[in-house]
Every structure is written in structure tokens, then in C-alpha cells.
């Protein structure tokens, strides 16, 4: 976990937080709305936001990625905003795809490609070789670009043979999660919302929030 608050002056916030969610994949949205769900901020997405960019994705770490695309979005918009970056890392493959896994089977591949690639690069490795882990990295950036808080979390399962279940996204259907014996693909929103990466930065950064806010309501 790493979380900084360094930079944030209470001056500086809001009393009723308005947050860009900086991400174009609609899955992603719908998954940090429902985490972000009873918080006292205001989202808007990248949607209602006609003029937001699509930050280029060059850093080679999940931080460098999501700094990036908070920090650019945020100057751009003039807005707060709250970025992402997520990847799975596939031990069996030294950590790929890592940074690169919505892109694993090309600039423009669907999901249902970057699976068949994972199965294909794995197809000679066992079942108990086939650990990975899901990474997700929250950045929250002020208007001016600066960036005020960082969490992030991480999700532990297996790549299966096959892809099973139709819940969430990306990876899902081949990510299985041991104690459970199913897959995210199988398990839906519910399990997916207790222990995912996500979810699990969230939690971090929704304390760090939170604390901030009653600070501030406090001044
Ligand atoms: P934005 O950059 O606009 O947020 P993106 O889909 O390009 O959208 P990333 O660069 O962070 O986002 O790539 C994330 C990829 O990692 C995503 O497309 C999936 O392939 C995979 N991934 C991340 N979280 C996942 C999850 O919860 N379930 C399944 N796959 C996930």
C-alpha cells in the first residue's frame, strides 16, 4: 500500500468535492462509482466531459501510469480528478502483461483476444504454476495537476484453462480466485466489490478521503 497526503493543504479542498473519474473504460467507471458509492462527493466521468483527452499511457509501472493519467486530465480539465491504472501480472510470465494488459494482444484488442493470448502464451504451463496477481493504482490530482493521494491494492488468484463466467471484465473469466474455487467471472459483483484490487485500494483511499473531508467540514 502506498498512500501520501503530503501535498494536500486543507485550504485547498473543496467542501463539497467534485472528482473527474479519469478512465475511458466503462466497466472500470461502473466498478469505482459503486467503491466511491455513500462517499460526499460529486462524480462526473470522463462522458459528460466532451473535452477530456485520452492521456498516452508511457510510464512503465501501474504509478507512472496513473500519475500520468491524473495529473494530465486534471490540468487539462481544470477539475479534480481521480485515475487509475490496473493490469494483471502473470508470474509464469515474469510479471506480464503488467502494465500492458489491456493492450497484451494489440493497440486495439477486445478482451476475449488479450484472454486468448494469456491462454495461449500459458497453454505449457501447469495449473500450479499459474499464480498471478491483479494490481490497481488510485491517484487523485488537483486542478493544477499536483497530485494529492495514492493507494493502491492488489488481488492474488490463478489463471484457469479456460475462461468461465460472464461477471465483470477483461482477465475475469480466467481469474480464479482459490478459496472461492470459481472464477471473478463467476462470483459477480458482490465477492468482486469485497476483495478485488479495487476494491481493496479503495478502501485505503476512502479512509484518506474521508479523513480529509472531516478536516475540512471541521474548519
Ligand atoms: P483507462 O486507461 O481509460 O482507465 P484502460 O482499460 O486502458 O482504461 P488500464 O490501462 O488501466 O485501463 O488497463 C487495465 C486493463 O487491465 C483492463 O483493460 C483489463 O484488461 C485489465 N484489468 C484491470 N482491472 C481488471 C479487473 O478488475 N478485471 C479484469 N481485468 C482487469
Not at 62 to 72: D, G, I, P, Q, Y
Not at 124 to 148: D, F, K, M, N
Request: glycine share 8%.
Amino acid at each position: 500500500m502506498q498512500i501520501s497526503t503530503a501535498g494536500i493543504e486543507r485550504s485547498r479542498l473543496p467542501r463539497m468535492m467534485q472528482f473527474a473519474l479519469g478512465t475511458h473504460n466503462r466497466k472500470k467507471l461502473v466498478e469505482l462509482q459503486e467503491l466511491l458509492g455513500d462517499l460526499p462527493v460529486e462524480l462526473v466521468t470522463l462522458a459528460d466531459l466532451p473535452h477530456a483527452i485520452a492521456v498516452n499511457e508511457t510510464g512503465i509501472t501501474f504509478v507512472e501510469n496513473a500519475r500520468l493519467k491524473a495529473s494530465e486530465q486534471a490540468r487539462h480539465l481544470q477539475m479534480w480528478v481521480l485515475a487509475e491504472d490496473s493490469g494483471i501480472s502473470v508470474d509464469a510470465l515474469h510479471g506480464r502483461p503488467g502494465v500492458y494488459s489491456a493492450r497484451f494482444a494489440g493497440p486495439t484488442a477486445s478482451d476475449e483476444d488479450n484472454n486468448r493470448r494469456l491462454l495461449h502464451e500459458l497453454t505449457a504451463v501447469p495449473q500450479a504454476a499459474r499464480s498471478a496477481h491483479y494490481t490497481c493504482q488510485l491517484c487523485l490530482a488537483e486542478p493544477s495537476g499536483e497530485i494529492v493521494l495514492e493507494a493502491t491494492g492488489e488481488c492474488h488468484g490463478v489463471i484457469c484453462d479456460h475462461p468461465r463466467g460472464n461477471h465483470g471484465f477483461g482477465y475475469d473469466p480466467l481469474f480464479l480466485i482459490p478459496e472461492y474455487h470459481k472464477t471473478f467471472g463467476q462470483l459477480g459483483g458482490t465477492v468482486k466489490r469485497a476483495i478485488s484490487h479495487r476494491a481493496r485500494a479503495m478502501r485505503r483511499f476512502r479512509m484518506q478521503l474521508q479523513q480529509l473531508l472531516t478536516q475540512q467540514s471541521a474548519v
